[in-house]
């Protein structure tokens, strides 16, 4: 996992894609979003709300459609800038669609099946799901690759998808004869913000579908819901260690200072040298402190944007019609590459 090297051409494109099913939190934050606002000032960026990916399990019509425009605006509340980064929902550019169904006859059965994600997703039911939560992983490959992207910024749960992507693509490439038509997209999964866990249960990621809201902190939370959720977080009896090796085995305790590294943008040893040999009653506060100082403008900006909907509208539509134009032509190719015949 290299970071990309900034360059104007097309050699270097990021991609990334946020589902619309809920509240963002601070996973989402501190593995994605935070990530694309850095990349924008560097790269040719392409951010996107993938609603299509949302319907892989039931949606209801009002709900779907009110939160891809919650996620927009949280994008835009993040500090993701449409003068920088082209930003849109899924849906509204067809490649994603087309580029799916092609690629969905290059990958293999057996690459599916062994997709982690869709067995936790599926659960003991997998007979009764959609085709398409199956398939969930072509279609990312899709979102990436019509936009021919080199760089995938997400959080640490996305890495086999994107292992998948770059074997979709390398397949693609081979099949049809067209080498290096596809970038292999490579991961960008870095830094403590890559997993974040749940604040009760340190051993499974901080999630929208967990039914405990104590769980996560949501970008919309109010400082004093932010200070109650952390002061009730797990932890355990030992306070703070003095080195990284000291939260071995301590998932709630790592936790809380990966979230306070990624939060300061400072490495865990850094936050161990201020805290270490303190107990969880003083660090827990300052972790709320800062939490609250980075979240808030945001939570501020996103009642803002929530507003003045025409706003927003104007600036999806204009993102889209900038997603359509880098698609389509990569299309085209796909097109003739594959064969299809227009009369
Ligand atoms: P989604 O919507 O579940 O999550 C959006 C982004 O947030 C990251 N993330 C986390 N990072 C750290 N700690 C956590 N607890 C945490 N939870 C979520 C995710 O890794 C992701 O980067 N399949 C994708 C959406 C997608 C996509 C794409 C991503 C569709 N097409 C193309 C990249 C490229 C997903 O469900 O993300």
């Known amino acids: 996992m290299t970071e990309p090297s900034p360059r104007n051409s097309h050699e270097t494109r990021v991609f990334s894609g946020v589902q619309p099913t809920g509240q963002l939190h601070l996973g989402n934050y501190l593995g994605a979003l935070s990530k694309f606002v850095k990349l924008q000032d560097q790269h040719e960026c392409v951010f996107c709300v993938v609603d299509l990916h949302a319907i892989t399990v039931p949606q209801k019509r009002n709900v779907l459609a009110e939160n891809s425009r919650q996620i927009s605006a949280a994008f835009l509340a993040c500090g993701l800038d449409p003068e920088k980064a082209t930003i849109f929902v899924q849906s509204s550019v067809p490649a994603h669609a087309e580029l799916a169904w092609i690629l969905s006859c290059t990958a293999r059965m057996g690459w599916l099946e062994r997709m982690t994600q869709f067995k936790d997703k599926a659960g003991k039911d997998a007979e009764r799901s959609s085709v398409g939560l199956f398939s969930y992983p ?59 866990m749940s604040l009760k249960d340190g051993s499974v990621k901080m999630s929208k ?135």
């Open 138 to 196: 072509v279609l990312q490959a899709a979102d990436i690759l019509a936009y021919q992207a080199t760089h995938v910024p997400v959080g640490d749960d996305q890495k086999q998808h994107l292992e998948l992507s770059r074997d979709i693509a390398a397949r693609f490439n081979r099949d049809y004869d067209a080498p290096e038509f596809f970038p292999l997209p490579e991961p960008l999964i870095q830094g403590p913000g890559a997993r974040i």
């Open 209 to 343: 579908s967990d039914p405990s809201d104590l769980s996560r902190i949501n970008l919309n939370d109010s400082p004093e819901q932010i200070t109650k959720k952390f002061k009730k977080a797990r932890t355990d009896p030992d306070g703070v260690p003095q080195e990284v090796e000291g939260l071995a085995g301590r998932d709630g305790a790592d936790n809380l200072v990966a979230i306070y590294a990624a939060l300061a943008e400072i490495s865990k040893a850094d936050v161990l040298r201020q805290f270490g040999g303190q107990g969880w009653g003083v660090f827990k506060p300052a972790l709320a402190d800062l939490a609250v100082a980075k979240l808030s403008p945001i939570a501020e900006r996103l009642a803002q944007f929530n507003n003045d909907p025409a706003e927003l509208d104007r600036v999806l539509r204009a993102g889209a019609d900038k997603a359509n134009a880098i698609s389509e032509p990569v299309m085209q190719k796909v097109r003739e590459i594959v064969g299809f015949w227009r009369p």
